[in-house]
């Protein structure tokens, strides 16, 4: 499968979790994997899990805008995933604009997450 | 030295080179780099190149708005670094939001530029 197919199945059932299920996005996670959220570092699945699961809105909905993805090793099947989009919360009339980059590392016939690096963009 | 100050280190000195001698950023990619800018792929140091000295504009000034850095490989001192920030283009009074991630990958004492992706976040 090329990179940008691995990007859309992946980007599709992240953000469907994160939207309808945030406690289920643990399983993408790992003992080492990290999260900056809006600047601040969080470790590990569970470290992770706590942090997403407790960010201070109830209802959210991430719209993709643009998706591109690269090839991030030349030794392994890493994949770079960069996402930039809206995010609806709390039925707000105004979306918010993220962006979000993830690194996927291979594992088993499925890809966890090492990094993942998130922020809204505000305005000039 | 930590992963946000090499990241610190990077960014200063890759957009004062875009902003000022677009040519010079040649140095930072090799044969196997990969930029995607704006959803369009271009491979190695040459393409590159050409693309970033042929984009649509002639005086360029980044901002950076944000800037966030993780070790990006369990095994190599690589590192991701991701950006948002303001692009002001020909002296626009309007800049333009931008987001845009690297994959550095350490060589002989410094950092070139494996993955590259650069986006202009528009208003929903």
Same mark, same amino acid.
Do not use: G, M
């Given at each position: 499968m090329?990179? /940008? *197919?691995?990007?859309?199945?992946?980007?599709?059932?992240?953000?469907? !979790?994160f939207d309808n299920n945030? /406690? *289920?996005?643990?399983s993408l996670y790992r003992d080492h994997s990290m999260l !900056?959220?809006?600047g601040q570092p969080v470790a590990g699945a569970n470290g992770i899990t706590e942090k997403l699961t407790t960010l201070p809105f109830a209802k959210v909905?991430?719209?993709?805008?643009?998706?591109d993805a690269q090839p991030s090793s030349q030794?392994?099947?890493n994949l770079l995933v960069f996402v930039t989009g809206l995010l609806?919360?709390?039925?707000?009339p105004n979306p918010l604009q993220f962006?979000?980059?993830?690194?996927?590392i291979p594992d088993n016939g499925t890809y966890y997450v090492l990094n993942d690096v998130f922020r809204?963009?505000?305005g000039a």
């Open positions: 090329d990179p /940008e *197919a691995i990007a859309k199945q992946f980007t599709d059932f992240y953000y469907n !979790t945030r /406690e *289920a996005l643990r !900056t959220w809006e909905l991430h719209k993709v805008t643009t998706l030794v392994a099947a609806v919360v709390d039925d707000s962006s979000q980059t993830f690194q996927l809204l963009n505000y």
